[in-house]
């Protein structure tokens, strides 16, 4: 049996302990906004919170984070605990960011695991976060948007509540890590595809 505390509530796993997390959530405690992609950490569909931090959960096995403060899409909250206020999800309201939605879930995660980290995030730091982070829609300018208007509007306190709970405990300089497998390596086509959509989009302000 393993014991985590999941957005908040204490929950007992009886699972394979190499299941992936996604699968417990999905499949064993009906979590489903959490989200399975590619399957192999590249994509960022099934990112979660562990400890304030964000994870892929498509492989993270249900084995390394017991006893851990796991927050899903389904547990992100406002400052006052409010679901589904938090600040990116305010923003991403308001910028319209989802086409078909399928990437935003994680997306979201990402973003929420970096303004805990770095409130006010530059451009910089905003693609080097979400590089990680592929859309098939490319929704990406919308989502740089709403993430600086998540950091103008809120303050890191307006993420979910675990991660309040673990934020002073938490390495606040450190960006976000993706999984236990590291996914440095595995990324760099999407930073190429982020990097590329930005500066594209650079040299069409220019242009106009
Ligand atoms: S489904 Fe986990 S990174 Fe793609
Ligand atoms: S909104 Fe469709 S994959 Fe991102």
């Not at 590249?42 to 994870?55: D, F, K, L, P, R």
């Not at 249900?62 to 547990?75: F, K, M, N, P, R």
């Not at 990680?132 to 509007?153: D, L, P, W």
């Amino acid at each position: 049996m393993i014991k985590i505390t999941l957005n908040n509530k204490p929950v007992e796993l009886d699972v394979d302990p190499q299941m992936p997390l996604l699968y417990a959530l999905r499949d064993e405690l009906k979590l489903t906004g959490t989200k399975f992609g590619c399957g192999a950490g590249q994509c960022g569909a099934c990112t979660v919170h562990v400890n304030g931090q964000a994870m892929r959960s498509c492989v993270t096995p249900v084995s390394a984070i017991a006893e851990q403060a796991i927050t899903t899409i389904e547990g992100l909250a406002d400052h006052n605990g409010k679901l589904g206020e938090s600040a990116v999800q305010v923003a991403w309201r308001e910028f319209k960011v989802p086409q078909c939605g399928y990437c935003q879930s994680g997306q979201m995660m990402s973003a929420a695991a970096l303004l805990q980290a770095i409130p006010q995030p530059t451009d910089e730091q905003i693609i080097e976060h979400m590089q990680g982070n592929i859309c098939r829609c490319g929704t990406y300018k919308r989502i740089k948007a709403a993430i600086k208007s998540a950091a103008t509007h809120s303050s890191a306190s307006s993420l979910s509540a675990s991660h309040s709970a673990t934020a002073n405990s938490a390495d606040s300089t450190l960006p976000v890590s993706t999984s236990p497998s590291n996914l440095s390596s595995s990324n760099k086509g999407a930073v190429e595809i982020f990097d590329a959509r930005q500066l594209a989009s650079k040299k069409q302000g220019a242009a106009s």
